[in-house]
């Protein structure tokens, strides 16, 4: 079993940075490769990236590539997604996945954490 707590979720002005965290416990972080995902109201979960195991290579969605960074520290079993020139189609809980390998479908990620809420507005 794997747990995963999600952090650094908050309101921030378009044009602005977060950084989330993703912490995990209970398994080996780094046999995991770790999947970003947002939910939007009224939608379905999407793809925002993901880092393999060890120490990467990354993957992002077309939507995010360029403004995104997913990094992990293996050290703290920590994954996180820094997020520069936000957006406010960006608003949406995000969350943290954890897998055997990158996918881009949500539904194949064995782990999940609750999510942490992303607002972008003035």
């Known amino acids: 079993q794997v747990q995963l707590v999600e952090s650094g979720g908050g309101l921030v002005q378009p044009g602005g940075s977060l950084i989330l965290s993703c912490t995990t416990s209970g398994r080996t972080f780094s046999n995991y490769a770790m999947g970003w995902f947002r939910q939007a109201p009224g939608k379905e979960r999407e793809f925002v990236g993901a880092?393999?195991?060890?120490?990467?290579?990354?993957y992002y969605a077309d939507s995010v590539k360029g403004r995104f960074t997913i990094s992990r520290d293996n050290a703290k079993n920590t994954v996180y997604l820094q997020m520069n020139s936000l957006k406010p189609e960006d608003t949406a809980v995000y969350y943290c996945a954890a897998g055997l390998i990158v996918y881009l479908d949500y539904r194949q990620y064995n782990y999940w954490g609750r999510g942490t809420q992303v607002t972008v507005s003035s």
């Open positions: 880092i393999n195991r060890g120490i990467g290579p990354t």
